[in-house]
């Protein structure tokens, strides 16, 4: 299946040895410093609650196109992430049929 190598290069060299221990040692110290950098990890996690504009909304603009579903059974939910749900939220909410 394979064909054989030439002896000639086959034969082991200095250089070739050199090589060969240089890039071991390159990838064995790879090896440990991405190891040691997975064993120190370092979680940090910050929270911050903005109290200045709590009772404002953020406002939210949206052109979405369904050409294929009636005016009268579209509305919009809003969820904060504080799990706040406001069911079919009104404002400057516009519906014009497409023809």
Known sequence: LYRKVPRDLTEPTLSGAIVSCCTVSVALYLFAAEFLVLLSRHWESEMIIDESKTEEKLQINLDI???????????????????????????????DRLT
Request: net charge negative; charged share 20%.
């Open 65 to 95: 196109t369904m050409a294929a579903m009636p005016c009268e059974l579209l509305s919009f939910d809003a969820t904060d992430v504080m799990g706040s749900h406001e069911v079919d939220a009104h404002g400057n909410l516009f519906k």
